[in-house]
C-alpha cells in the first residue's frame, strides 16, 4: 500500500495562538496565570518565571495566557487595561547590546498607549546603560522589517540625535521614571520569550537587566525560559552568581503542566495523516507493541512530534511500497532519539536479521549484549521487547523461542526489517555511511576516556567495511581529528592515552591508501595523536608518551609519533619541520629517544621484533637512534640457523599495490629494496643461506624464500 496524501510541507515549530487551538491541555492553566496577573497587587514592580522544557509548548502557553488576559479585565475600561509587550532577545542575539535594544523595543511597543514623560524616561535609562554613539549604525542592522522597526528606527535617530544630558545621572533619570509610572497608574507586561535559546553570556546579561529594573512601578515581567538550561548558564560563569542568585529577583514562578499523554499521541496520529495520508497496518497487535515500546516513550513534548513527524514526511514516501509502515516508523523514531541503539542495529544486519542457523548461532550472544549496551539503563526493558517485535531473531537470543522457514515467507511478503533482502531500504534516509553521526561520536569520546575500552571500540569500526573501500576505522580516525580541535585538556589528555594505547588498530591494510604515491595510514594516526598532544597541558605530554612507547602494544604507532617530535628539532632529518611548535622540549624528546630504543632492543631481545606488522619500519628506526652497526649486528646474528634465515627473508619483504591495465582490482607484488636494506644485513651471505636453506624447508619456507627473491628481482627496486 502507498500513502494517499500529497507531498506535504514540512511542519513548522508554529506556537498556537488561540485558546480554541489548545490540544494539550495548557487552556486552563494560562487562564489561572493570566487571572492572577489581571487582579495582581498594582502599584509595584513584579517579576514572575513560567518554566518548561525545551519544545514543551511554553511558547504556545504564553499566547494563551496574553489572549486570557482580556477575559479577567471585561470591566475595565480599554484605555485602562494591561499593555502587553513581547521582547524576544533571541532575534537580537549576537548582533547588538540587548540591554540598549530592550529599552528601545519596550519605548517603541508602548507607542502613545502611555504618556510621553514614561518613554522619555526609558529612553533616558536606555542611554544611560549603554550609550549612543553607534545606536544608528547598530540598529540598522538588527531591526526586523515591518512597521514597529520604522518606529524603533525613528525612535533610534531622535534618540542618538538627542546625546546624554551631562547633568543628569542614572539614578536622576530612573526617579522621574518611576515617578512617570506611578502617576499614570496603568499597568505594563513584559513577556520576555526564549531566554532559554540565547547563548549562556547573553541569557544572564537578560537576567541582570531584569533584576536592575525589576522594582519599576507598575511594571509586570513574565520571564519564559527551561530552568536547567538558565541554572547551566549561571554555572558556566565563574562568579558569585548562580541559580540562587535569579530566583531572588522572580516573586513567583510557575511550571508548565505536563503534557497530556493522550492529547500528545491525538496530535501525532494527526500529524502523520496530514503528511501521509492512510497507512495500511496489517498487524494491529504488532503496530501497539511496536508503538508502547519504542515510539511513545520518546516522544516527551510536542516539539518531539514535530520532528518525527518532518522526518517521516522526507523518508517514507519514497520507500512506502517497499518496507512495513509500522517497523519503519519504530527504526526513524530510534534514528532520531535512540542514534546509539539505531547505529548497531543499522551495522548488524548478518546478526539479526533472519532466523538463527544453528545452535552456535543460538548460543552467541554478543550481540544483544551489545543492543543491550547502547540503550538507556531505564529503557532496556522497553525497548529490548520493541526490538523483539522488530527482528524475532532476538528472541531466540535473549530467549529460547525459534522460528520455521514460514514464518520468514509470511515476513517477507509483509516486506519487514526482519528479512535480509528487505533490511537495506529502512536505512536509505539515514545518515550516509561518508559520516559518522554526532550522537555516536559523542558516545565514541565518552567511552575513549576509558584506554580499557579504546581496543574494542576500535575493532569495531575497523571490522566494518565501506561500500566504498576501506572500514569506517578511517572515518572514525577523521572524526576524531576533527574532534580535537575543541577538546578541553582533560578530555584529551584521556583520549590521546587511550589512542596511544590501541592506535595500532586504525592500520588495517582495508585502509592504507593505493596508489603511485600511497601515504601511510600511521601518519594520519601520528597526525591525531599530535593534535590530541597540543591540547594536553605540556607538563603531562612526556609522561603519557614514555608510559605509552615502555608498554602500549601499538608501537608502530608509538615510533612514528617519537620521529615525528625529533622531526620537529630537526634530529635525523636534513632540516626541522617548522609548521607548528614543538610538541615537547628538546630534551624531552631526547629522553623519550632514548626510551624507544630500549622498546626496540628489549622487542629484538625476546625475538618478537622480525614478526611484528612492518618490521622493516622498526629496524629503520633502531638503526636510525641507536645506529647502523647496532641493527647489522643483531640482523647479521639471525642468519646462522635456517629458521631465523626464512624469517629474516619474510621481514625483509614488503608488498607493493598496483592495477594492470583496465583491471580496477589491486594487485600485490612483493618488494625488497636492497639499496635502501644492504647497510643493515650481509645480503650475500643472506642469499648464500637462502640457497643453502631452500632444498630442506618445508612448503611455507620455500614460499617465503621464493617471495623474497621476487621481491628482490622487482624492476622498481634494482638489486
Request: with cysteine; hydrophobic share 40%; proline share 5%.
Amino acid at each position: 500500500m502507498s500513502s494517499t496524501a500529497e507531498s506535504q510541507p514540512l511542519s513548522g515549530d508554529h506556537p498556537i495562538t488561540s485558546l480554541e487551538q489548545d490540544r494539550l491541555g495548557y487552556a486552563p492553566f494560562a487562564r489561572a496565570i493570566a487571572k492572577a496577573i489581571a487582579f495582581g497587587k498594582s502599584g509595584e514592580g513584579l517579576v514572575l518565571a513560567l518554566h518548561g522544557p525545551w519544545g514543551s509548548g511554553k511558547t504556545s502557553a504564553v499566547n494563551l495566557i496574553e489572549q486570557a488576559l482580556p477575559e479577567h479585565q471585561k470591566g475595565v475600561p480599554v484605555d485602562s487595561r494591561i499593555i502587553v509587550v513581547r521582547f524576544n532577545p533571541w532575534w537580537f542575539s549576537e548582533r547588538q547590546d540587548l540591554a540598549r535594544t530592550f529599552f528601545m523595543e519596550l519605548s517603541a511597543s508602548l507607542g502613545g498607549d502611555v504618556p510621553d514623560k514614561i518613554r522619555n524616561g526609558l529612553k533616558a535609562v536606555a542611554r544611560h546603560v549603554s550609550g549612543a554613539t553607534d545606536l544608528v549604525g547598530g540598529l540598522l542592522s538588527l531591526l526586523p522589517a515591518g512597521e514597529l522597526a520604522n518606529t524603533v528606527l525613528g525612535e533610534v535617530v531622535a534618540l542618538a540625535g538627542k546625546g546624554l544630558d551631562e547633568n543628569r545621572s542614572l539614578d536622576d533619570d530612573r526617579n522621574d521614571l518611576c515617578k512617570a509610572l506611578k502617576e499614570q497608574g496603568r499597568r505594563i507586561l513584559v513577556l520576555i520569550d526564549d531566554i532559554d535559546r540565547l547563548p549562556a553570556d547573553e541569557a544572564r546579561q537578560i537576567f541582570r537587566l531584569v533584576k536592575s529594573v525589576a522594582d519599576l512601578p507598575n511594571v509586570t515581567y513574565l520571564l519564559i525560559f527551561d530552568r536547567a538550561v538558565a541554572a547551566r548558564a549561571f554555572q558556566s560563569e565563574q562568579t558569585a552568581e548562580g541559580p540562587e542568585w535569579l530566583e531572588k529577583i522572580v516573586q513567583a514562578s510557575f511550571d508548565l503542566p505536563p503534557v497530556n499523554r493522550l492529547a500528545l499521541r491525538e496530535m501525532l496520529f494527526a500529524a502523520l495523516t496530514g503528511a501521509l495520508g492512510q497507512v495500511d497496518i496489517p498487524d494491529q497487535g504488532r503496530w501497539s507493541r511496536l508503538f508502547l515500546n519504542i515510539i511513545d516513550p520518546c516522544l516527551r513534548t510536542p516539539r518531539d512530534v514535530v520532528r518525527l513527524v518532518n522526518v517521516l514526511s522526507v523518508s517514507y514516501p519514497a520507500v512506502a511500497d517497499e518496507v512495513d509502515f509500522a517497523d519503519f516508523l519504530a527504526l526513524e523514531t530510534l534514528r532520531i532519539f535512540e542514534p546509539a541503539l539505531y547505529a548497531v542495529i543499522r551495522d548488524s544486519a548478518t546478526e539479526i536479521t533472519g532466523l538463527q542457523s544453528d545452535r552456535r548461532d543460538r548460543q552467541d550472544t554478543s550481540i544483544g549484549d551489545r543492543l543491550l549496551g547502547a540503550m538507556q539503563e531505564s529503557r532496556r526493558s522497553t525497548l529490548k521487547s520493541g526490538l523483539e517485535v522488530l527482528f524475532p531473531r532476538l528472541e531466540g537470543v535473549w530467549g529460547n523461542r525459534s522460528y520455521s522457514g514460514d514464518f520468514m515467507r509470511g515476513w517477507d511478503q509483509q516486506r519487514r526489517c526482519c528479512v535480509p533482502r528487505r533490511f537495506p531500504a529502512y536505512f536509505t534516509f539515514s545518515i550516509g555511511e561518508e559520516v559518522i553521526p554526532r550522537g555516536d561520536l559523542q558516545q565514541v569520546l565518552a567511552a575513549l576516556n576509558d584506554s580499557g575500552r579504546a581496543e574494542a571500540i576500535i575493532m569495531e569500526y575497523a571490522s566494518c567495511p565501506l561500500r566504498a573501500g576501506g572500514t569506517r576505522a578511517s572515518l572514525l580516525l577523521e572524526e576524531l581529528r576533527t574532534a580535537a580541535a575543541g577538546m578541553a585538556a582533560s578530555q584529551a589528555q584521556g583520549i590521546v592515552r587511550s589512542v596511544l594505547h590501541a592506535g595500532d588498530g586504525f592500520l588495517t591494510p582495508e585502509d592504507e591508501s593505493k596508489g603511485m604515491l600511497p601515504v601511510p595510514q600511521v601518519w594520519f594516526v601520528g597526525f591525531l595523536i599530535q593534535e590530541l598532544l597540543e591540547r594536553v597541558e605540556p607538563e603531562h605530554r612526556y609522561s603519557l608518551l614514555a608510559e605509552a612507547v615502555q608498554g602500549s602494544p601499538s608501537l608502530r604507532s608509538m615510533a612514528w609519533v617519537v620521529m615525528a617530535l625529533s622531526r620537529q628539532y630537526g634530529r635525523h632529518t636534513e632540516e626541522p619541520e617548522r609548521n607548528r611548535p614543538p610538541t615537547l622540549s628538546e630534551d624531552e624528546v631526547i629522553a623519550l629517544e632514548a626510551v624507544l630504543v630500549e622498546r626496540l632492543s628489549s622487542e629484538a631481545r625476546e625475538g618478537r621484533l622480525l614478526e611484528l606488522p612492518t618490521p622493516i619500519s622498526h629496524m629503520v628506526t633502531w638503526s636510525d637512534l641507536a645506529g647502523t652497526d647496532v641493527v647489522r649486528e643483531w640482523l647479521n646474528s639471525h642468519l646462522e640457523t635456517d629458521h631465523d634465515v626464512v624469517r629474516v627473508a619474510r621481514a625483509l619483504t614488503s608488498t607493493d599495490l598496483h592495477k594492470a591495465g583496465d583491471d580496477p582490482t589491486w594487485h600485490e607484488n612483493p618488494r625488497v629494496n636492497r639499496k635502501n636494506l644492504e647497510p643493515l644485513v650481509d645480503f650475500d651471505r643472506l642469499l648464500a643461506r637462502l640457497d643453502a636453506v631452500e632444498p630442506t624447508a618445508d612448503a611455507d619456507g620455500k614460499a617465503i624464500i621464493d617471495r623474497f627473491r621476487r621481491g628482490l628481482a622487482s624492476r622498481d627496486f634494482p638489486g
